[in-house]
Each structure stands twice: as structure tokens, then as C-alpha cells.
């Protein structure tokens, strides 16, 4: 054996408990619990030295599947070192089985986890001398279980070394090794493939987005009935606290500080918790490592952004720094909105384009507006919100103006007594009695649209072209009907977080770049930005939310509609046309929707996800 990977995990714990290496309390915990059970003789364990390299070998021998890495050897780092020889040199005396039967890892996104947890999979399918051995690789969904097991997929097919000498062969349904008649598959928590089974080896992947306990309370039962079995499981943190990932880590925390007493589970934990958040040494702490798959530069570049806009906070420290976090957090830092308010922002002068701008000839060629409409419920705050694109010293910039409504007695009974004071400036209009008049909404609409009424004939000539209308499908039938039948095309946005994340990511990238712009008079959407809160779900897409009931959104939330309305088809729909000409509408029964341009009919879908519109210099 040319290497002694023992003598090079034992060096990683050195470092650890002196202190070269930055790390947390639990890293420590950790590596403390090997050195004392090195050194114990009053118990049934051994440490085996050439098992825990045969391992370690044997993970040396994969290749690199994909990057610039692809195709050069795995080397194991010194952490995976002791990670590997700690599981698996470990030996009881009187059976000679391994000792730990389960092992919990937690490290920030990035470091490597599946790669290792692929490696150790294939040594359990054809390295560990098991007959017909079940391994698994297994998650919340089929998805995200196949990381791993398509790591040791393309391990098998491009590693011709690998395959010859293992005798492993990539088939359809799993990775087969004949000579013991083993078999690698994957097992997700949809459905029931987990239950029954008798897993030799597997690997359970981000705990933390488990919808419930199940696959890993199956996973455990049938390893429980097998002995020599090991489970796996890898994750970093998140934001569930009720989640099994949670359960595990708190275990894992009992554990290394002696409350509980499991002699049969390994765990380690890499996280930045001990450190301030933003400092290098919370970074190093969380991702052993840091510089090798985790970039350095991009790391801090993604610190700084969550410094920026709180809703990346939670992200960035449950996923990036191995920290859990509570659920929700401020959406946008009112002090990020300060550069985009604007005095005297007037939508006037932003009905036509100005010659100058990119594809702008003449003065004559209307801009295009996008509408946002939030209706809510007819007792509540209703807001419609106007936005358009403008060029700025060549760069795309965003404005918007919102309309907000509310029923009288609800602005005569609301313990905000700021509803009376914008009410009296003007800010708010007031429907009288205890509803809001949905009728007025639209004619307050439509009385700003400049129509064509077709051969030559044009309805307010001085109004604005609304190219689309995005709202929320509660309450707003009624409308977006007499709105098509105005020329407006009105298209229904489900209010669910695939749909509305990727509007909130780009709108809060505008912020960042200071190239979003609203009236410094607005004070309602300011006040509804400071009370929109979210988290990243398991997909890392944001909903927004209320602080609480009293602290109203809609008028952010017909913002971000508005935003998704202006990224249909790229966001092309909201820059200059070839040529400055009437369009028309066009729904179909299915929900699509088109629009008529200088170059024919315009797709508009149904304002699902899509990409974001192009962010030009």
C-alpha cells in the first residue's frame, strides 16, 4: 500500500484540536471522540488500520466524472480521510463487523459529500465481500436521490479501469456487480420503493428537504435486520426546523457532547455557527473544502450578496455555512430601496420612448407598460401597479407607479393609522362603504390606456400602451374580461413560489444594481416592501409573506406581477418595436395567449417559469 491514509486523518485531527485548521465547536467534538476512543481499551472495539486504508484505496482508484477535474484520479482530502477511515477502520472484537452502523455528516453545499458517498457505495457493492448486497442511493424525490447514484453511474461507464477489475456493469435498472450478485438502485420518498427493502449500504442525501421521516425511519428498520449494514446520511442545514435533517443534527449534537451515548454512530459537523457570518473564518469553518471544490472568490462573492438582500441570508447560511435558520426573514433591506426612490417621478414622461434610446428613431413610438393587479379580497388593500423600461446611459432601467385602493370603513377601523394619513394626501383612494369597488379599479385602468379602435380611429390618444396585465386569479375574473374586451391582454398568475420566484430574483437584483426606480412619495410601497418576509423553500424558490396580518403586501405583490408580466417572452415585449403599430390581443381556450407584433404573432405564456429577462449592459 503506497499511502497511509490513517497516518494523514490523524494529522487532520491534530490540526483540528490545535487550532491550525479553522473549525467549530463540533468539528472538534468530533475529532476529539477519535483520539479518546484511540486511546480505550475497556470496550469491545479496535481500531483496524489496514481495513480503514483499503477504503480509503479503493476511493483513490474513481475518477473525476465531469469539470475540469474529469477524468484525472479522486484524491482524498484530509478531512475525507478521516471521514473514511474513522467509519470504517472501526472493528468489533467479537464479531468482527464494523462498528458504526450509521453515520451523520453535515458540511456546507459544495464541499464534495456525494462524490465521497459515492465512492463509499461502490466499495459496499463490490469491495466489502458482501453476497448480494442492496445499495441505495435515496432522497425526497427520485431527482435529487440520482445525484449520487449518477455520480457512480458515469463512475462505472467511463471508467473502463474501474469496471474490468470490480467486475461492475451499468445497466438500465442499477449498477450490477455479477461475481456477487449485487445491486446498486435508487429509493426516493415518493411512493413506497423504500419500504421492505434490506439495505446493505445507503446513502440518505439532504435530510434537511425531507418532507417527513419515512425513508429514513425505512432505510434504518431494514438496515437494523442486516447486520454489517451501514447508513449513510449527508446534508447541510435549512430552515425546517421540524424537518428529520433537524432531528439528526440535534442527535448528532447529543452525541458529541456526551448526552446521549451512541457507540454505534459516527457523526461530524462542519458549520460556521461558532463564527460571525460575514467573516472568512465562518467560511472556512462550514466548507472543509474551501479552495478545492468550493471557490473561494465565489463564496465571499455570495456573502456580500446575502449582506445585501436579506432574503439570501437564510440560503446562504443554512446551505452555504451549515447553520439552521428560522423561516422567514425580510425580503429586501429597506436601506437597499433608499437609491431607488425618485422625486418627481412622474409616468408622464415616460409614455413615449425618447430618440436616443436604443432602436428609438422618432418621437412618436409609444413605451410599453406592464400592469400588476393584486385585488385581494374586496375587503382588504387592492393595488395595481404600473411598470415600464427606460434607457439610462445605455443600461436598462425599471420604473413603476402604483394605484392603491381600500374600502372606507376599513381605513375608519384599522389600528394603522397610516391608512387615514394617505388617504387625506391622496396616496390611498377610499371606496365608500365596506368593499372595495372593483368596477372603479378597472375604469381607473382603462381610462389611462390609449385603445385602437381600428381603421385609423384611436381612443384617448394621449393615454399609454398597456401591452400586458398579470393578476391574480382570486377576484379578478370579472375584470380581466372587460379588459380583453378593451384590448388588454390579461393573463392569470397562480400564486405559488415556482411562479413567483424567479420575478422576485430578478426585481431584487434590479435593487441591487440601483436600477429599479419608484416616486419618493410613494410611502405605501415602501411600507409593504418592509413587511414582505420569505425564505428559500427546498427548490431555494421565494413566496413572498406577511409579517403578520396587519402588515399589508399587495402592493408588492402586484409589483412582482407586474415584473412577471414584463419577462414573458425575455422581456421582449417590453423594448422598442421595429415599428410603432396597433396590437392585437388574441386568448385561446387553453389559457395561451398571443399578441400581434411587426413580425406576426407573439407567443405569451401562461406566465409559468421561465428565463429571466436579459440583463443588458
Known amino acids: 500500500m503506497s499511502k497511509n491514509y490513517v497516518a494523514v486523518a490523524n494529522q487532520y485531527v491534530d490540526d483540528v484540536l490545535s487550532g491550525k485548521i479553522v473549525t467549530c465547536r463540533f468539528t472538534r467534538l468530533a475529532c476529539q471522540r477519535q483520539r479518546d476512543d484511540l486511546l480505550r481499551t475497556d470496550w469491545d472495539y479496535f481500531f483496524d488500520e489496514e481495513a480503514a486504508n483499503v477504503v480509503c484505496e479503493f476511493c483513490e482508484l474513481l475518477t473525476h466524472v465531469a469539470g475540469p477535474?474529469?477524468?484525472?484520479?479522486?484524491?482524498?482530502?484530509?478531512?475525507?480521510?478521516?471521514?473514511?477511515?474513522?467509519i470504517f477502520g472501526w472493528k468489533s472484537r467479537t464479531t468482527g463487523l464494523r462498528r458504526f452502523a450509521r453515520s451523520v455528516v453535515f458540511a456546507g453545499k459544495?464541499?464534495?459529500?456525494?462524490?465521497?458517498?459515492?465512492?463509499?457505495?461502490?466499495?459496499?457493492?463490490?469491495?466489502?465481500?458482501?453476497?448480494?448486497?442492496?445499495?441505495?442511493?435515496?432522497?425526497?424525490?427520485?431527482?435529487?436521490?440520482?445525484?449520487?447514484?449518477?455520480?457512480?453511474?458515469?463512475?462505472?461507464?467511463?471508467?473502463?479501469?474501474?469496471?474490468?477489475?470490480?467486475?461492475?456493469?451499468?445497466?438500465?435498472?442499477?449498477?450490477?456487480?455479477?461475481p456477487s450478485g449485487s445491486v446498486m438502485k435508487t429509493v426516493s420518498g415518493i411512493g413506497k420503493g423504500s419500504a421492505g427493502l434490506l439495505p446493505y449500504f445507503v446513502v440518505i442525501d439532504e435530510t434537511w428537504s425531507h418532507k417527513n421521516s419515512d425513508v429514513v425511519e425505512e432505510m434504518r428498520r431494514g438496515c437494523a435486520k442486516r447486520p454489517g449494514s451501514l447508513m449513510s446520511t449527508i446534508s447541510h442545514c435549512g430552515s425546517n426546523l421540524a424537518s428529520v435533517g433537524h432531528m439528526q443534527w440535534e442527535e448528532a449534537c447529543a452525541?458529541?457532547?456526551?448526552?446521549?451515548?451512541?457507540?454505534?454512530?459516527?457523526?461530524?459537523?462542519?458549520?460556521?455557527?461558532?463564527?460571525?457570518?460575514?467573516?472568512?473564518?465562518?467560511?472556512?469553518?462550514?466548507?472543509?473544502?474551501?479552495?478545492?471544490?468550493?471557490?473561494?472568490?465565489?463564496?465571499?462573492?455570495?456573502?456580500?450578496?446575502a449582506e445585501k438582500l436579506p432574503s439570501q441570508q437564510g440560503i446562504f447560511r443554512s446551505h452555504n455555512l451549515c447553520c439552521w435558520q428560522m423561516a422567514d426573514t425580510t425580503w429586501i433591506d429597506p436601506e437597499m430601496l433608499v437609491a431607488c426612490r425618485e422625486k418627481n417621478l412622474k409616468k408622464e414622461i415616460y409614455r413615449l420612448w425618447h430618440v436616443g434610446e436604443p432602436g428609438t428613431d422618432t418621437p412618436d413610438q409609444r413605451r410599453p407598460f406592464a400592469l400588476g393587479v393584486d385585488l385581494a379580497s374586496t375587503q382588504d388593500m387592492a393595488a395595481v401597479v404600473w411598470l415600464t423600461m427606460a434607457y439610462r446611459d445605455g443600461k436598462e432601467h425599471w420604473f413603476c407607479w402604483?394605484?392603491?385602493?381600500?374600502?372606507?370603513?376599513?381605513?375608519?377601523?384599522?389600528p394603522n393609522a397610516k391608512l387615514k394619513g394617505?388617504?387625506?394626501?391622496?396616496l390611498l383612494t377610499a371606496h365608500p362603504g365596506y368593499v372595495n369597488d372593483y368596477d372603479a379599479i378597472q375604469q381607473d385602468i382603462l381610462k389611462e390606456q390609449r385603445r385602437n379602435l381600428g381603421y385609423g380611429v384611436v381612443e384617448n390618444p394621449d393615454g399609454f400602451n398597456i401591452i400586458l396585465c398579470a393578476h391574480d386569479r382570486y377576484q379578478a375574473e370579472h375584470m380581466r374580461q372587460n379588459l380583453e374586451k378593451a384590448g388588454v391582454t390579461s393573463v392569470p398568475v397562480p400564486m405559488q413560489a415556482p411562479i413567483l420566484s424567479p420575478a422576485m430574483d430578478w426585481l431584487a437584483s434590479l435593487i441591487l444594481t440601483s436600477r429599479f426606480h419608484f416616486d419618493s412619495r410613494d410611502e405605501i410601497l415602501l411600507w409593504a416592501f418592509s413587511n414582505v418576509v420569505c425564505h428559500r423553500d427546498r427548490n431555494s424558490n421565494l413566496f413572498p409573506n406577511k409579517a403578520s396580518e396587519d402588515r399589508?403586501?399587495?402592493?408588492?405583490?402586484?409589483?412582482?406581477?407586474?415584473?412577471?408580466?414584463?419577462m414573458a417572452n425575455g422581456g421582449t415585449l417590453m423594448r422598442p418595436c421595429e415599428q410603432d403599430s396597433p396590437r392585437l390581443s388574441f386568448i385561446y381556450e387553453d389559457g395561451s395567449a398571443k399578441v400581434s407584433g411587426p413580425n406576426g404573432l407573439i407567443s405569451l405564456p401562461t406566465l409559468s417559469p421561465e428565463t429571466k429577462p436579459e440583463v443588458r449592459p
Open 422 to 426: 394617505w388617504k387625506a394626501r391622496g
Open 255 to 305: 452525541i458529541l457532547s456526551k448526552e446521549l451515548v451512541d457507540e454505534r454512530t459516527f457523526v461530524c459537523l462542519w458549520s460556521g455557527c461558532d463564527h460571525t457570518w460575514t467573516s472568512p473564518d465562518a467560511w472556512k469553518a462550514a466548507n472543509p473544502n474551501l479552495g478545492i471544490s468550493v471557490d473561494a472568490v465565489e463564496l465571499e462573492t455570495a456573502a456580500r450578496l
Open 552 to 566: 399589508k403586501i399587495d402592493p408588492v405583490v402586484a409589483l412582482i406581477l407586474a415584473c412577471k408580466a414584463a
Open 69 to 86: 477535474l474529469g477524468g484525472q484520479h479522486f484524491k482524498l482530502e484530509p478531512w475525507q480521510a478521516f471521514l473514511t477511515t474513522t
Open 110 to 178: 459544495g464541499n464534495g459529500k456525494s462524490f465521497l458517498s459515492s465512492a463509499w457505495s461502490l466499495y459496499m457493492l463490490c469491495g466489502d465481500g458482501e453476497q448480494g448486497a442492496q445499495v441505495y442511493a435515496a432522497a425526497r424525490s427520485e431527482s435529487m436521490a440520482r445525484i449520487v447514484y449518477d455520480v457512480s453511474y458515469q463512475q462505472v461507464v467511463t471508467n473502463e479501469e474501474l469496471r474490468t477489475a470490480a467486475s461492475l456493469k451499468a445497466m438500465k435498472k442499477g449498477i450490477e456487480h455479477g
Open 402 to 414: 402604483g394605484t392603491y385602493y381600500s374600502p372606507e370603513n376599513t381605513v375608519a377601523t384599522s
